[in-house]
């Protein structure tokens, strides 16, 4: 079987597991099971994009383990083909807010410090906009300035839910002063999305997956947009910060809790934004009375946390947030 061959394999299946840019189908092959990756034409770019999967993929292997092992790579058209992991994703025995296994506490870890010493020069190159090396505020804005124009690509679209929500107007403002109160760090090479659907489990080793949104920038942001997907027990997110701060070098861990704060933050400014986009959209489309349900009670969650960062109460209920997102089931 040929790559091309292989792609339109995986293109006519209907066993596919989708995330927000890539969909990945698993093949057999006389040589092996693979997970065919094929990005999604009509994907939102909701995240900031700086690289190609497979060049990181590529350039971080030497430094870098437990991440997939890159087969095949075409440009034309785009698919990768990586070694299938066998083993169990952790969000399907381990939801969110649930205990995880003790061993990935340090495989996370591992793997951040281990991403500190990918050398500049071996990670792929920097667009001319990239924020300079060590420069935490303007990484911290360049960050900010994709939510600001997020917000604004749909405020006329999806304003009325924004505003049922209680999103203000300048949802960034209570942290854009902030970002010049962080502190200068060296950059490395960052994951951007350790959640735990991007975890595969097996023989108590964790291996890390879908590094399409790798970034160079401000370590403090890997764990603190780790802390907001990942919803840790306080336990447990207090044992990774502890053995963060201990394994890294000094240099990449310098600074207080409250630059973790400011990204945390901002983090949960963003979820609150698209999650409203996504999920008004994504909840018209179920026909599960169940599926409709628990996009709600996601984003309830989602934005009553945001809220607190805003200085509202935390008390929107399922009921008011259905009646926002009433509309766009009518449609």
């Not at 969000?91 to 990918?118: A, E, I, K, N």
């Not at 890390?208 to 840790?232: N, Q, R, S, T, V």
């Not at 394994?247 to 949960?268: F, I």
């Amino acid at each position: 079987m040929t790559w091309r061959e292989l792609y339109d394999r995986a293109l006519a299946s209907d066993e596919a597991a989708a995330g927000n840019y890539n969909r990945n189908v698993r093949v057999a092959t006389v040589d092996g099971t693979v997970n065919v990756r094929i990005p999604l034409a009509a994907a939102d770019a909701m995240d900031v994009r700086l690289w190609r999967e497979e060049e990181v993929l590529a350039r971080i292997e030497p430094y870098v383990g437990r991440i997939p092992e890159l087969r095949h790579v075409s440009g034309e058209p785009r698919f990768q083909v990586h070694r299938f992991i066998e083993g169990r994703v952790l969000d399907g025995f381990s939801p969110r807010h649930s205990p995880v296994p003790g061993h990935l506490l340090d495989d996370v870890v591992t793997l951040m410090d281990q991403l500190t010493r990918v050398p500049s020069g071996a990670a792929p190159a920097l667009s001319a906009r990239w924020p300079a090396p060590g420069d935490t505020a303007a990484f911290g804005r360049l960050l900010a300035g994709l939510t600001y124009d997020i917000h604004s690509a749909h405020g006329s679209e999806y304003g009325e839910v924004f505003a049922a929500l209680g999103v203000p107007e300048d949802p960034l403002a209570v942290v854009e002063s902030r970002w010049d109160t962080l502190t200068p760090r060296p950059f490395a090479v960052l994951h951007g999305d350790l959640h735990r659907k991007n975890m595969i489990v097996s023989d108590g080793k964790t291996w890390f997956l879908d590094w399409e949104l790798a970034l160079w920038g401000d370590p403090m942001y890997e764990i603190g947009i780790h802390f907001h997907k990942m919803d840790y027990p306080q336990d447990q997110r207090t044992e990774v910060l502890r053995r963060w701060r201990e394994r890294l070098p000094a240099r990449y861990t310098a600074g207080p809790d409250a630059d973790l704060d400011l990204y945390l933050a901002h983090e949960q400014i963003k979820s609150a934004i698209v999650d409203t986009i996504r999920y008004s959209r994504q909840s018209a489309a179920a026909t599960d009375p169940d599926r409709k349900q628990w996009f709600v009670g996601r984003l309830t969650r989602t934005v009553n946390t945001a809220r607190r960062v805003w200085g509202s109460p935390a008390d929107l209920t399922h009921v008011q947030v259905a009646e926002a997102l009433a509309p766009w089931w009518k449609v």
